[in-house]
């Protein structure tokens, strides 16, 4: 594995825990007791993705982080229908595969 | 069956969410500009923690936090997140605006893509509880 390839994979894994991070703030509106729980591990989370996102910068340029950043929003999508409940609906899907067209656009000169 | 509209309350925290990202980033890019170069991380953060910028980019991700937890109070988190794609918009705009940054065909079409993204988003319901009427 090259060190590349390292680090979009350590991007995509950034994304994955962001998005387990928001589900985490999302249950927090959702409980009426220990909330501060859920926020916290919210917190610390979302501190480890940007820690971990800072050393995948050293392997892999930012306009190449930024696209593959954006899937966070699919992963979201994902988590909140499967952890949540939420209807992702499919026009839910159809403005997220728009955006994420959009902003790796926004980003590829990053 | 058309969604119902968002309440006012949501619309005014997702601009407030949209508007505090977009400081956080622009104010974030000013101070690492304004760092001596060093190749210690330790010595980087230590600069970081005399420079006024960073603890006010500290002080507006706390702010961030907070209004985004109200966010979730009132509306899913697969609605709310995606809109908030609108903060690459701003961000382009005033990197535009003030930092001299350049505009070409690409850039306005992710614009134009992000916008309609955003438009699909608003079209569907802002909350599950709101729709169902169970209690979240």
Redesign the interface.
């Known amino acids: 594995m090259t060190l590349t390839t390292a680090g979009v994979l350590l991007v995509i894994l950034c994304s994955i825990v962001e998005g387990v991070a928001?589900?985490l703030?999302?249950k927090?509106?959702?409980v009426t007791r220990r909330k501060a729980l859920w926020?916290g591990a919210g917190?610390v989370l979302f501190i480890l993705q940007a820690l971990a996102y800072t050393g995948a910068l050293q392997f892999v340029e930012v306009s190449t982080a930024f696209p593959i950043g954006s899937i966070g929003?699919v992963i979201?999508?994902i988590l909140?229908?499967r952890m949540?409940?939420?209807?992702?609906?499919a026009?839910?899907w159809?403005?997220?595969?728009?955006?994420?067209?959009?902003?790796?656009?926004?980003?590829?000169?990053a | 069956m058309p969604s119902p509209a968002p309440p006012a309350a949501l619309i005014l925290r997702l601009a407030l969410a949209i508007a505090l990202d977009t400081a956080v980033q622009v104010l974030w890019k000013l101070g690492a500009e304004q760092l001596p170069g060093t190749a210690s991380v330790s010595a980087a953060a230590e600069a970081a923690l005399h420079q006024p910028v960073f603890l006010l980019v500290a002080a507006l991700f706390c702010w961030q936090?907070v209004n985004?937890?109200h966010v979730?109070?009132i509306s899913?988190?697969?609605?709310s997140?995606?809109i908030t794609?609108l903060s690459?918009?701003s961000v382009?705009a005033v990197s535009v605006a003030w930092l001299g940054e350049s505009v070409d065909a690409?850039?306005v079409?992710?614009?134009?893509?992000?916008?309609?993204?955003?438009?699909?988003?608003?079209?569907?319901?802002h909350s599950?509880a709101e729709?169902t009427g169970t209690a979240?």
């Not at chain 2, 134009?112 to 608003?122: E, N, R, T, Y």
């Open positions: 928001q589900v703030f999302k927090s509106a959702q926020i917190i929003f979201v999508a909140s229908r949540l409940n939420e209807p992702v609906t026009t839910r159809i403005g997220i595969a728009l955006i994420v067209a959009g902003v790796s656009l926004l980003a590829v000169h | 936090l985004w937890l979730l109070e899913d988190l697969s609605y997140q995606p794609s690459f918009v382009f690409q850039k079409a992710g614009i134009a893509l992000v916008f309609a993204g955003v438009w699909f988003i608003s079209r569907s319901g599950t729709d979240p």
